[in-house]
Nanobody
Framework: EVQLVESGGGLVQAGGSLRLSCATS????????IGWFREAPGKEREAIAC????????YQLGSVKGRFTISSDNAEKTVYLQMNSLKPEDTAVYYC?????????????????WGHGTQVTVSS
């Protein structure tokens, strides 16, 4: 059974940092593209960043470039999202997702497995 479990969310002040983790199981980790998405209240779910063996790392959201870093630990089958210099507009539920074809797309519908999400709240 494919599973993705996010953790590391919470409440942080503007300017602070959080590191999100996406622990995976049930599939061959290095064959998949793993992406981070976020969904704020009343907004569409948007792609943030993605990592795969074929594409490397891709940052799809311009507003996080230079502040967020995606990385992976293949031995632990875990993908991380280091978030620095957080802003109130980063407040959202953050999801990780897996693309079984190994691609990194900014189209959420190409990802066929999803975690349940972790809440990130940035106070001003």
């Amino acid at each position: 059974e494919v599973q993705l479990v996010e953790s590391g969310g919470g409440l942080v002040q503007a300017g602070g940092s959080l590191r999100l983790s996406c622990a995976t199981s049930g599939f061959r980790f290095d064959n998949y593209g793993i992406g981070w998405f976020r969904e704020a209240p009343g907004k569409e779910r948007e792609a943030i960043a993605c990592i795969s063996s074929s594409s490397g790392t891709t940052y799809q959201l311009g507003s996080v470039k230079g502040r967020f870093t995606i990385s992976s630990d293949n031995a632990e089958k875990t993908v991380y999202l280091q978030m620095n210099s957080l802003k109130p507009e980063d407040t959202a539920v953050y999801y990780c997702a897996a693309d079984s074809l190994g691609f990194c797309s900014d189209n959420r519908y190409t990802f066929n497995f999803w975690g349940h999400g972790t809440q990130v709240t940035v106070s001003s």
